[in-house]
């Protein structure tokens, strides 16, 4: 056996989660009067949703227009007056109450149109509000009123349909808090050499055995254990230009990046059980079969990585296991050359 450097992958059990989860409500009160998007389908920023009747407030914004044209002639006097009132005033051709009201008059004038003008801008965007439009490009899910119902902010919180985005994707799964410390002796050891700023290489596994075809990156490891499952929770973010995954999906996150430092590869087929070990059959230098007790890593392919067992230069029976009886002598062949090794 002869020790290597090879790469280092963990799994863990993940769930796929929506980038962004937005609510889309109704921010004025009104009759709904239809729904524009199809449920179920994709969306796109600014894209119109929902009509709630908007004849009321046309209407109020109708109104408050006129109120603001009313403001805004009562300006244009009440500064005619106030013009013409100050140099009567500085000849001492008018009294001091004539000067006094008509800047009263000006500056009531002023407030006038602001606040005309304030309750303009309000109708005018409870108007827009009548249009409802995805704040965000996704998945639209169900409509929670039905047409011709009565929608308020204050009813169910003015609920109307929630959007999920779906590219990219998060991948949400955790780690237990042995395995982190494990990992972390084996990188201060030198066992295994993390990738440069931890930046892991994420690929998901789907229910049917198959990678999913866009890998991403890990943004977020939690700073703290949950008590009560004694895990760290962390997350990847996969693109998802297609939309092939959905929220909720159980995906296998497979993690790469690291390197596995002087390890050793053997074949799953040299593995067997010995009692409640596993074990594979050595041979000394008299090539007499001996069982040795290994600790397997993780599977690469059709092999396992060999944790402790093995040391550099062991001669390990890869084929013929079955045949081989511990004590007794065999005429070994290098793997792959000939024939497996046989008892005698």
Request: aromatic share 6%.
């Amino acid at each position: 056996m002869k020790k290597l450097t090879v790469p280092y992958t963990y799994e863990a059990v993940g769930q796929t989660a929506g980038y962004r989860e937005i609510d889309v409500r109704a921010r004025v009160d009104g009759i709904l009067l239809k729904r524009v998007y199809t449920e179920g389908k994709p969306v796109k920023e600014g894209q119109t949703l929902f009509q709630i009747d908007p004849a009321p407030f046309k209407a109020a914004l109708d109104q408050a227009l006129g109120v603001q044209a009313q403001a805004k002639a009562s300006l244009t006097k009440a500064t005619a007056d106030r013009d013409r009132i100050v140099p009567l005033f500085k000849e001492n051709a008018v009294s001091k109450k004539d000067f006094d009201d008509a800047n009263a008059a000006y500056d009531a004038a002023v407030a006038n149109l602001a606040a005309a003008t304030a309750k303009t801008d309000e109708a005018r965007i409870n108007l827009g509000y009548t249009t409802v439009v995805a704040p965000i490009s996704g998945m639209a899910s169900k409509i929670n009123f039905s047409e011709g119902s009565l929608v308020s902010p204050t009813t169910n919180g003015g609920l109307l349909t929630t959007i999920v985005q779906l590219d990219p994707l998060y991948a949400n799964f955790s780690f237990s808090e042995a395995e982190k410390l494990a990992l972390d002796k084996a990188a201060q050891r030198g066992s295994i050499t993390l990738p440069e700023g931890r930046s892991y290489q994420v690929s998901l596994k789907l229910a049917d055995g198959s990678t999913f075809k866009h890998s991403g990156r890990i943004d977020f490891s939690d700073s703290k254990v949950d008590p009560a499952t004694g895990t760290i929770k962390a997350r990847a973010v996969i693109p998802n230009p297609e939309g092939d995954l959905l929220p909720g999906q159980f995906v296998r996150v497979v993690i790469d990046g690291a390197q596995l430092n002087n390890a050793m590869l053997i074949p799953q087929r040299a593995v067997v059980q010995f009692q409640a070990d596993k074990a594979v059959m050595v041979l000394n230098d008299k090539n007499i079969v001996a069982p040795r007790v290994v600790q397997l890593g993780q599977e690469r392919g059709n092999e396992f990585v060999v944790i402790s067992g093995l040391k550099d230069g062991d001669r390990v029976i890869v084929d013929g296991v079955l045949k081989a009886r511990p004590g007794q002598p065999v005429n070994p062949v290098q793997a792959g050359a000939s024939a497996p090794a046989a008892a005698k």
